[in-house]
């Protein structure tokens, strides 16, 4: 058996370090995930050369849950990503959402079992990123948006919904730098130490002002961690109806409307690094 799906990536709006709630929403960089039932083991590869471990465990995890043998049965896994790795853009909440639906469909099928739920998939996924390193809070706001899209406003300690919903079809800019910044390496009590001012962020949010939202946690953030917010203010001032850094960077977003787009690529194409377009994506994580 053979299946495949896409999971995208998602952007910030409330970064949830500092205080546990968080919001995000998808974009149209995505993962896509080949499986297919082998006879024995679990095989997996990436076009990126990164390491397979998180792969490795989101499949082992449900191999648990569903009591296979991997003696007896065995996947293989391939993933292809538009999704820029370790830039805060949810690349690792996109590939183990991916791995994790993709491998509960084929056992499931395989061994006529009861698929797992939407939120079955996620926490399986989430255990594995924490397990893995790769996540500080669990993530549970850039796992449900990317998974379902949309935009969600969490509870990243309780993984529990404020709010989840559609999406206004924005246009998106992602300023890429040449290098990355990887998620588990963040200095946590430095981002604490602002988590006043990411609770007025997150009021807007709350109240779904997602723009002022993302404007005043990019700025703390990115202050906090050493990026130049210049960079979200340029975007801004060239016609962004927001920008800000996204997770703990090295990426920056901006959500712009069509007649604004040239002249933030403008003020960003002298920057070290890469511009990409992309779109809102409300879609979330599909079979293919």
């Known amino acids: 058996m053979i299946k495949k799906l896409k999971c995208p990536g ?3 709006i409330i970064n949830a370090i500092a205080t546990g ?3 995000a929403f998808g974009i149209g960089l995505n993962i896509e995930c080949e499986a297919k039932s082998i006879d024995a083991g679990i095989k997996c590869y990436n076009d990126v050369g990164a390491s397979t471990d998180l792969m490795d465990l989101c499949v082992r995890k449900v191999f648990k849950k569903y009591d296979i043998d991997e003696t007896d049965f065995g996947l293989e896994i391939k993933t292809r990503s538009t999704l820029p ?6 690349s690792s909440s996109a590939s183990s959402n991916a791995i994790v639906a993709i491998s509960s469909s084929i056992i499931s099928e395989e061994f006529n079992l009861t698929p797992l739920t939407d939120l079955e998939i996620i926490n399986l996924a989430i255990d594995a990123s924490i397990e893995a390193g790769v996540t500080i ?15 969600v406003v969490t509870d990243n300690k309780n ?11 924005y246009k998106i800019l992602v300023y890429m730098p040449n290098f990355c910044a990887k998620s588990g390496d963040s200095d946590v009590n430095r981002m604490k130490v602002l988590a006043p001012l990411v609770e007025t962020a997150f009021d807007f949010a709350k109240n779904k002002d ?11 953030y990115a202050s906090t961690l050493g990026f130049d917010s210049a960079i979200a203010i340029d975007a801004i001032q060239s016609g962004a109806l927001a920008s800000g850094l996204s997770g703990t960077g090295s990426s920056f977003v901006a959500i712009c409307e069509d007649n604004s787009i040239d002249d933030i690529k403008d003020v960003w194409s002298s920057l070290e690094g890469r511009v990409i377009e992309t779109h809102v994506d409300n879609d979330g994580c599909v079979f293919l």
């Open 10 to 12: 998602s952007a910030t």
């Open 21 to 23: 709630f968080g919001s």
């Open 85 to 90: 790795m370790a830039s805060g853009l949810s």
């Open 137 to 151: 809070t669990g993530s549970f706001d850039d796992a449900t948006a990317s998974y379902f899209g949309g935009v």
């Open 159 to 169: 993984r529990e919904f404020i709010i989840k919903e559609k999406m206004e079809d």
């Open 210 to 220: 997602y723009l002022k939202a993302l404007n005043l946690n990019g700025l703390i």
